[in-house]
Nanobody, 122 residues
């Protein structure tokens, strides 16, 4: 069982940065791939980024270069650094854990956090 708690969301002006954190419980944290997803109002949840158990990363094409996923195994925490934020990045951001490495496939993720709101003002 893995429990995930996101933090770090908030209100930021366009062009600013935020770093989201996702703290995980459970002894086998290092064996999971961790993903970030987001859901904007009125839209379906979409893939943002993922980091594998070996540290490989994978990003949505539209977000490459602005968003960076990382992790600290000792702290059982994954991060999403978001730079050059745009109003269209406004969404609830979720982290999720998967035993497989099919990073963009939501159905592959077994555990989900409750989400953290990110609002980017213009």
């Amino acid at each position: 069982q893995v429990q995930l708690v996101e933090s770090g969301g908030g209100l930021v002006q366009a062009g600013g940065s935020l770093r989201l954190s996702c703290a995980a419980s459970g002894r086998t944290f290092s064996s999971y791939a961790m993903g970030w997803f987001r859901q904007a109002p009125g839209k379906e949840r979409e893939f943002v980024a993922a980091i594998s158990w070996s540290g490989s990363t994978y990003y949505a094409d539209s977000l490459k270069g602005r968003f960076t996923a990382s992790r600290d195994i000792a702290k059982r925490t994954v991060y999403l650094q978001m730079n050059s934020l745009k109003p269209e990045d406004t969404a609830v951001y979720y982290c999720a854990a998967s035993k497989s490495w099919r990073p963009g496939i939501q159905e592959e993720y077994n555990y989900w956090g409750q989400g953290t709101q990110v609002t980017v003002s213009s």
